[in-house]
């Protein structure tokens, strides 16, 4: 008889069972301990401190950008948001009286300060998911702060530029994956550089970052057919206020992410790339 193509037809039959009693018990290992982990992390508690965070750090920001750089990035930032009509109109009639002097040099401070308690939620679950006993303090750990959220904006504003770009490249899908992949790596890699610093584990710092590019894949497929719908339909049903509802659990599911690709990115590291030291005679 003859045996089935692929690698167990060049195990010897002996070693077989065995070999599939390793896998499965590896296997079952990594799962029963990512599942520790997850319980351990708190993921699900830490993920909507993460939102909520996220909500009321970079919105504020935006805002406050919108309001200092004028009408033509008022209309880049409803875009952006993939605000329905309704809600688009109450946006520009909101900020069509806004300038520059509606938040001063004292407000925009007040805006960006505030917006660091994002920061410092991030700091808390990076230091619980790998284990870093140090908390950074001082003053280059309020900038690095200040940094990260700065970062985040950016990143928000330059997605579309990113999109344009991969579209002028030769087969603009697999093109524009293969740039939001990069660009998302990018991001789960200098956010917990950023704040940690040297801090920060490297190996667990570049699988975890991988990691959530691969998830983002998935979940980018399904931005775009979920949160214009469910915007919609948020402000058919709750008025403007429903908007709230539908980002905090869409920036719900960006934060699990974020955790789970590095509570992965921690074992991955641990389970295959640490070196283990031989035994001394």
């Not at 939001?180 to 550089?193: G, K, M, R």
């Amino acid at each position: 008889m003859l045996e089935p193509p692929g690698w167990e037809s060049r195990i010897p039959r002996w070693l077989r069972p065995r070999a599939a009693l390793w896998l499965g018990g590896r296997v079952g290992r990594l799962v029963l301990h990512g599942a520790g982990e997850l319980v351990r992390v708190q993921i699900f508690d830490r993920s909507m401190t993460l939102a909520a965070q996220s909500f009321t750090s970079i919105f504020p920001l935006l805002i406050m950008l919108a309001a200092v750089l004028g009408p033509h990035y008022r209309s880049r930032l409803t875009g952006l948001l993939h605000l329905p009509a309704d809600s688009e109109r109450l946006l520009q009639e909101a900020l069509s009286g806004s300038h520059s002097n509606a938040f001063g040099l004292a407000g925009s401070v007040i805006v960006i300060l505030s917006a660091t308690g994002l920061s410092r939620a991030l700091v808390r679950s990076y230091l619980v998911v790998w284990t870093v006993e140090q908390k950074p303090a001082g003053a280059a750990a309020t900038g690095r702060q200040i940094g990260t959220v700065l970062v985040l904006v950016v990143f928000l504003l330059f997605a579309r530029v990113l999109g344009w770009l991969a579209s002028l490249l030769p087969a603009p899908h697999v093109s524009g994956l293969l740039v939001s992949f990069v660009a998302d790596c990018s991001l789960a890699i200098l956010l917990p550089w950023l704040l940690l610093g040297g801090r920060a584990p490297r190996g667990p710092l570049l699988a975890g970052g991988v990691v959530f590019g691969l998830l983002m894949i998935a979940v980018r497929g399904g931005e775009a057919i979920y949160l214009p719908r469910a915007l919609k339909s948020s402000t058919d049903k709750y008025g403007t206020i429903g908007l709230t509802f539908t980002y905090i659990g869409w920036l719900y599911v960006l934060s699990f992410c974020l955790l789970l690709a590095a509570i992965i990115g921690g074992i991955v590291s641990r389970e295959f790339f640490t070196r283990v030291p031989a035994d001394e005679p």
